[in-house]
C-alpha cells in the first residue's frame, strides 16, 4: 500500500532548469512535457464491431520555458550559436519539480535539445510586471525520473 507522503498532491509552480549540468535559471512557466504516437487503425474484412489500432510513430512536444529576465546571457549565447549555423551544440538537461521546501520531486530529464526560438520581454513604461522570456527548446526525448 502507497504512504501518504506518495500520495501527497504537489504544486506546480517550483521548478528549475539543468542544462549541460549548470543550473541557468528558474522559470515561470514551462509546456510541452508530452509525448504522442500516430495510430494506425486498420480494418479487417468480416469484422464490422471495431478496427485494429496499431502504434506508429513517436514524437515529443518542443518544451517551451518562460522565465523573468535577468542579468545572465547564458540561454542567449546559446541560441545565438543557432543563429550563427553553429549546429553542433546540442546540450541534454533536466527539468526538476521540487516541494516548497526546495527538495526535488520529480525530474524531466531531455536530451540532444536546442534553441528553436526566443523571444525578447515586451517592454511597456506604463506597466510594473516582470519582463519575460520565452525559449522553446526541440529535443530527442524526455524520461522520467
Given amino acids: 500500500m502507497a504512504t501518504d507522503e506518495a500520495l501527497n498532491p504537489y504544486g506546480n509552480y517550483y521548478f528549475s532548469l539543468e542544462i549541460g549540468g549548470v543550473e541557468v535559471a528558474h522559470f515561470m512557466e514551462c509546456q510541452g512535457l508530452k509525448s504522442s504516437s ?3 487503425e ?3 474484412g468480416g469484422l464490422n464491431s471495431r478496427t485494429h489500432k496499431r502504434p506508429g510513430q513517436s514524437r515529443w512536444e518542443n518544451i517551451v520555458l518562460r522565465y523573468a529576465t535577468n542579468a ?3 540561454l542567449l549565447q546559446w541560441r545565438d550559436m543557432f543563429l550563427r549555423d553553429q ?3 546540442r546540450r541534454d538537461g533536466t527539468i526538476t519539480l521540487m516541494n516548497n521546501a526546495g527538495e526535488p520531486i520529480r525530474a ?5 535539445a536546442w534553441p528553436v526560438s526566443w523571444e525578447g520581454p515586451q517592454l511597456n513604461s506604463g506597466s510594473s510586471e516582470l519582463a519575460v522570456e520565452t525559449l522553446e527548446l526541440a529535443h530527442e526525448g524526455l524520461s522520467v525520473a
Fill in 42 to 44: 486498420i480494418e479487417e
Fill in 87 to 89: 549546429f553542433g551544440d
Fill in 108 to 112: 524531466w530529464s531531455f536530451k540532444g
Fill in 72 to 74: 545572465s546571457t547564458h
Fill in 38 to 40: 500516430q495510430v494506425f
